[in-house]
């Protein structure tokens, strides 16, 4: 699950991904996949609830679509590297080819970042 803070979500969407891993927590997947989906329909690019899709898709055994979720989220900004590779809602889809190509394609862009945020400095 992503974390839920306030970084880049408004609160409407903060409170549709909280409802979420609520209902994750208590193994209601089909509820939180509904929630989130409803979710995305007012925040469609929102990367936090694209990331709980993938979390729950992983976690339902629908991984092409967790994979697919997880893919979205990056390209929509969801950049926490260390909880994609560690997250434990994740573990079912990290061995799907797609997944490694996805966290590649986010770390050479965190790279980049970095590399030009050195470059940049006096």
Avoid: W
């Amino acid at each position: 699950m992503a974390e839920t803070g306030s970084r880049g979500m408004s609160s409407p969407a903060v409170a549709i991904s909280l409802q979420a891993c609520e209902l994750m927590d208590v193994g209601n997947f089909e509820g939180a996949r509904s929630v989130l989906e409803e979710g995305l329909g007012k925040f469609p690019d929102d990367p936090f609830m694209l990331y709980n899709l993938a979390c729950v898709g992983s976690l339902s055994g629908a991984v092409d679509q967790a994979v697919k979720r997880l893919r979205q989220a990056i390209a929509c900004g969801y950049d926490d590297l260390n909880n994609i590779e560690t997250d434990g809602d994740l573990v079912n889809v990290r061995g799907h080819p797609s997944y490694a190509e996805g966290v590649e394609q986010l770390r050479n862009r965190l790279h980049a970042a970095a590399s030009e945020r050195r470059s940049s400095r006096p």
